[in-house]
């Protein structure tokens, strides 16, 4: 079974930074694509970054320039490192990692707070 489990999500000052990890179950080379995502309250779940396989990594213009996702193959791990962090960024920052369009999965969520 693959569990996603995330971590690194608080409470920061405007300007500020945090690094979030998702930790996979399984060898993350397993799958095809991994990615981060967020819901804000009263807002649907939005794409923040995406990693695929070969280490191409695309991301929401909102967060480009201010955040970098990468992938630790040796650790299963793949992190969203948050810089310059304004309020719009506050939401439920979840992992999800894919090997096939059908076949996806969700972490639980971590909570990231930025205030002004």
């Known amino acids: 079974q693959v569990r996603l489990v995330e971590s690194g999500g608080g409470l920061v000052q405007s300007g500020g930074s945090l690094r979030l990890s998702c930790a996979a179950s399984?060898?993350?080379?397993?799958?095809?694509?991994m990615g981060w995502y967020r819901q804000a309250p009263g807002k649907e779940r939005e794409l923040v970054a995406t990693?695929?396989?070969?280490?191409?990594?695309d991301y929401a213009d909102s967060v480009k320039g201010r955040f970098t996702i990468s992938k630790d193959t040796a650790q299963s791990t793949v992190s969203l490192q948050m810089n310059s962090l304004k309020s719009e960024d506050t939401a439920v920052y979840y992992c999800?990692?894919?090997?096939?369009?059908?076949?996806?999965?969700w972490g639980q969520g971590t909570q990231v707070t930025v205030t002004s």
């Open positions: 999800d990692a894919r090997r096939s369009v059908t076949d996806l999965y």
């Open positions: 399984i060898r993350i080379s397993n799958f095809n694509h």
């Open positions: 990693v695929d396989a070969d280490g191409t990594s």
